[in-house]
T-cell receptor
Framework: QQQVKQSPQSLIVQKGGISIINCAYENTAFDYFPWYQQFPGKGPALLIAIRPDVSEKKEGRFTISFNKSAKQFSLHIMDSQPGDSATYFCAAPSKGGYQKVTFGTGTKLQVIP | DTGVSQDPRHKITKRGQNVTFRCDPISEHNRLYWYRQTLGQGPEFLTYFQNEAQLEKSRLLSDRFSAERPKGSFSTLEIQRTEQGDSAMYLC??????????????FGPGTRLTVL
């Protein structure tokens, strides 16, 4: 079973600051690493994903950095806004089943004005 | 494209009762997944369909759980003889892929189950 370790568990950031969430995964033969954003009472929504033939992907204020040799990847949220307050999940392909992913335990982000 | 829909959004039941949830995926998505999410945790994989074929089931899916996807469109998840430990958010996701490999899953809003 794929293990995905996500940190920190919770994060408080000032408005305009940078939010950084880290994930580490075990072995996988497949490379697809999505980040999901979830608001209370809602299902997770895809935020950004990377297929690491590149080490970094940027979409607006959101950037994924990927370190394949270290089996780590991170989400950076630049210029964090109160509307970014949500729970963020990383995910990595599951062992033995390339159609599914294993989710991290989540990071609850609070952006304060 | 209205996204993945789930019904009901909330279900309260007494222990021992049977419940059934429905998921309507994004049209023409050939893959459909069920997950369970408890408070403070990430979604945990339950089962997966490619068209109408159920290709994988998690060990989390006990004999009391059954899922179907007739005709490869909507799916149902039934829990028989519910237990308090079944209380969770049940999430459905769908994706489209012509070949193997991991693809983007789009989640529905979930069904919140409370077993009293």
């Amino acid at each position: 079973q794929q293990q995905v370790k996500q940190s920190p568990q919770s994060l408080i950031v000032q408005k305009g600051g940078i939010s950084i969430i880290n994930c580490a995964y075990e072995n996988t033969a497949f490379d697809y690493f999505p980040w999901y954003q979830q608001f209370p009472g809602k299902g997770p929504a895809l935020l950004i994903a990377i297929r690491p033939d590149v080490s970094e992907k940027k979409e607006g204020r959101f950037t994924i950095s990927f370190n394949k040799s270290a089996k780590q990847f991170s989400l950076h949220i630049m210029d964090s806004q109160p509307g970014d307050s949500a729970t963020y999940f990383c995910a990595a392909p599951s062992k033995g089943g390339y159609q599914k992913v294993t989710f991290g335990t989540g990071t609850k982000l609070q952006v304060i004005p | 494209d209205t996204g993945v829909s789930q019904d009901p959004r909330h279900k309260i039941t007494k222990r021992g009762q049977n419940v059934t949830f429905r998921c309507d995926p994004i049209s023409e998505h050939n893959r459909l997944y069920w997950y369970r999410q408890t408070l403070g945790q990430g979604p945990e994989f339950l089962t997966y369909f490619q068209n109408e074929a159920q290709l994988e089931k998690s060990r989390l899916l006990s004999d009391r759980f059954s899922a179907e996807r007739p005709k490869g469109s909507f799916s149902t998840l039934e829990i028989q003889r519910t237990e308090q430990g079944d209380s969770a958010m049940y999430l459905c996701a769908s994706s489209f892929s012509l070949a193997g490999g991991t693809d983007t899953q789009y989640f529905g809003p979930g069904t919140r189950l409370t077993v009293l």
